[in-house]
């Protein structure tokens, strides 16, 4: 074989060849979300595998968080039904209703004949789950623990639903948003903050919570975190120990306000300085995309209380005899 057809056949080879190592690399490289091709099975978070012929077309979101990412992955047009508290965006509220997070009616939900639920861990009973997956419906569940696993969440869910592109796509954006909204530096004060859901009885959220996970991405230092659960109590005279210098309520009907009696404690350096916000409580416990919206409220509400720390009057110290 001459020179010249020796290197005939090493072009021919190499042009056939580089292509598929290309694309080993990228399915190494990212081998949880390259199956974007039907059929398709795919684990989800009960370490149950999902398989699908072909996108679905037919829908059920047992959560208001996954009808969220199905909007956000642009395939709502293939929503057939949701829950009653699934409000956003605004078009989801016109969708049929299959009862509650905590009490889908599993026979609705078969009258809709679709080809795919999905569902959470924390939410959905695992009876009325399993009823529908004994329908031969198959029901795909997820159940992230913290913001980076609602980003892996709306990836996945992009493979599945066969929008794995916009999947990563989106969770790229989101992942970028999240990191500018942090403190760009290290040594930036760390108020103490208490973040409630309930405010009579007074209920914080500790660790473990989306709420702790953004007090701490944010900057501050949540001072429920010491305590036993993921939601603990707290007397009045615990929060007057606790000192937060910020108080984050997560609104919902009930959740309002503090009670006279609880903001007339002025040793608490939150009610002596106006520093109890109300963020919106679908928004701060929802384990979707809108979490970064949450992160960056609370992230600009601590950058705030950190510019004006200059000018605010040092605390009494507790049981210093503080104006009641």
């Known amino acids: 074989m001459s020179g010249r057809i020796r290197i005939d056949v090493a072009r021919r080879f190499l ?17 949880a979300f390259a199956a974007d091709r039907f059929p398709l099975a795919l684990t989800d978070d009960r370490g149950v595998t999902v398989r699908l012929a072909a996108p679905p077309r037919r829908i059920v979101s047992l959560a208001p968080s996954l009808t969220e990412i199905v909007f ?27 009862g509650g997070v905590s009490d889908p009616d599993v026979e609705r ?26 329908m031969g419906i198959p029901c795909f569940a997820v159940a992230p623990q913290d913001l ?51 405010t009579a009885p007074i209920i914080a959220a500790g660790v473990g919570t989306f709420m702790d996970e953004l007090v701490r991405l ?33 609104g919902m009907a009930g959740v309002e306000r503090f009670p006279p009696e609880v903001t007339r404690w002025k040793e608490i350096p939150a009610f002596r300085d106006g520093a109890v916000i109300t963020l919106d409580g679908d928004l701060v416990t929802r384990p979707g995309p ?34 009641r």
């Open 15 to 31: 042009a056939g060849f580089l292509p598929v190592v290309a694309l080993l690399s990228s399915a190494i490289d990212r081998p």
């Open 72 to 98: 956000l992955l642009g395939r709502d047009g293939s929503l057939v039904g949701v829950t009653r508290f699934c409000n956003v965006p605004a078009a989801a509220s016109s969708l049929p209703k299959i």
């Open 109 to 134: 939900i078969v009258a809709l004949s679709p080809d795919l639920v999905l569902c959470t861990t924390d939410g959905n009973p695992r009876d009325k789950v399993r009823a529908i997956e004994g």
């Open 148 to 198: 980076e696993a609602v980003f892996t969440a709306i990836e996945r869910l992009g493979v599945l639903l066969g929008a794995a592109d916009r999947g990563r796509a989106e969770a790229r954006a989101l992942r970028a948003r999240a990191r500018l909204a942090r403190p760009s530096s290290l040594d930036v004060d760390q108020p103490s903050v208490l973040f409630v859901v309930s």
């Open 218 to 250: 944010a900057g501050g230092r949540n001072v429920a975190a010491r305590l036993s659960g993921r939601y603990p109590r707290l007397s009045a005279e615990a929060l007057v120990a606790a000192r937060p210098d910020v108080i984050f309520v997560a």
């Open 290 to 323: 809108r979490l970064v919206i949450a992160l960056e409220r609370v992230s600009a509400a601590l950058a705030d209380w950190r510019a004006s720390a200059a000018s605010r009057p040092k605390a009494p110290a507790a049981g210093a005899g503080g104006k």
